[in-house]
Nanobody, 111 residues
């Protein structure tokens, strides 16, 4: 069992920056991969970034990183746009193929 808790969301003006954090607890030694997803109102949840891949819409603006000592994954978001407004979710998959999601954190970018 893995628990994920996101933080760092908020309201920011276009062009601004935010850093999201996702702290893992529980059986984190079983984690195989972690990533960030987002879901805007009326839209499907979409991939934002994994350690090996970024959505085209965020390339060059967002950076994913991890701190193994803190069992935490970060998403640094720069040059934010109104279309980045969404609930951002952390996801992990374990070595046995189970998937866990965090509760989400709201990011709102005003124009």
């Amino acid at each position: 069992q893995v628990q994920l808790v996101e933080s760092g969301g908020g309201l920011v003006q276009a062009g601004g920056s935010l850093r999201l954090s996702c702290a893992a607890s529980g059986s984190f030694f079983s984690i195989n991969a972690m990533g960030w997803y987002r879901q805007a109102p009326g839209k499907q949840r979409e991939l934002v970034a994994t350690m090996t891949n970024y959505a085209d819409s965020v390339k060059g603006r967002f950076t994913i990183s991890g701190d193994n000592a803190k069992n935490t994954v970060y998403l640094q978001m720069n040059s934010l746009k109104p279309e980045d407004t969404a609930v951002y979710y952390c996801k992990c998959t374990t070595v046995i193929g189970r998937t866990y999601w965090g509760q989400g954190t709201q990011v709102t970018v005003s124009s």
